[in-house]
């Protein structure tokens, strides 16, 4: 049954895969001649729990204008005026800005290849993350420590030998879970904390919330980031994407 509303965050200006993002967003950078945000909006739509998509624009956003009519679902466009000078939280609480009260939500970040297996398993009661606990973790890679199925901490800072894996940028929300993360993350804009992640906003409730940690593998999923990372996803869409095996 589709209930969720999807949250893309699609503002950032993908300086480490320029010049292809020179005047392009991100996700318009094509992978087997198709972008990353059109393949975002077919797992979205295949998944089968997602009702409507926010696709929060800041980097060339009248790119992004034909693939929102073309959606196979509702899609809205929400701009983030201030893409360029802070963090990505802020790009969430502008999408949030539309949604519903009470409305179930999902976050993607804009920038994923992600198996429509893990989209349609993050559905559910309360708060449920992604996580890759394959994972290589370095200093780069957002961090989770779980204990017992339970995120009880997230950050980029965090030891990588003492975290469960790797956050990948898809978290799911609903119920009590979605209006408290929700207000938290605005709240937080609202007072100015506009340069960290919005990850370090999910630390705020996790006292209160139990964020589930779903294990995934890094087959299911890339971040296309770099030169390095589009390479790889190029490798695994001509491999044939939707055949690739889901450890969710």
């Not at 295949?46 to 790119?63: D, K, L, N, Q």
Request: proline share 3%.
């Amino acid at each position: 049954m589709n209930q969720y509303c999807a949250i893309v965050l699609a503002a950032g200006l993908g300086s480490r895969l320029r010049p292809m993002t020179d005047r392009l967003p991100k996700c318009m950078v094509q992978v087997g001649g198709q972008t990353l945000i059109e393949r975002t909006l077919d797992a979205l739509k295949r998944s089968g729990v997602v009702r409507r998509v926010v696709i929060v624009t800041g980097h060339f956003a009248e790119a992004l204008v034909p693939i929102a009519q073309a959606s196979a679902l509702p899609t809205t466009l929400v701009h983030c005026d201030a893409f360029a000078t802070t963090q990505n939280v802020v790009s969430l609480a502008a999408g949030l800005a539309s949604r519903a009260p009470g409305e179930p939500w999902m976050k993607l970040d804009g920038d994923l290849l992600v198996k429509t297996e893990i989209i349609a398993a993050l559905a559910g009661d309360g708060a449920r993350v992604a996580v890759d606990t394959s994972a290589v973790l370095g200093a780069e890679e957002m961090k989770v420590n779980v204990a017992h199925g339970r995120i009880v901490m997230f950050g980029k800072s965090l030891s990588p030998k003492r975290a469960a894996g790797e956050s990948i940028g898809i978290e799911a929300f609903s119920g009590a879970a979605a209006e408290r993360v929700a207000a938290t993350i605005v709240h937080a804009v609202e007072r100015g904390r506009t340069d960290v992640y919005y990850e370090d906003v999910y630390n705020d409730v996790l006292a209160e919330l139990t964020f589930e940690a779903l294990a995934v593998d890094h087959t299911d999923w890339i971040e296309v980031d770099d030169a390095v990372d589009l390479a790889a996803a190029e490798t695994l869409v001509s491999k044939g994407w939707n055949a690739l095996s889901s450890r969710v």
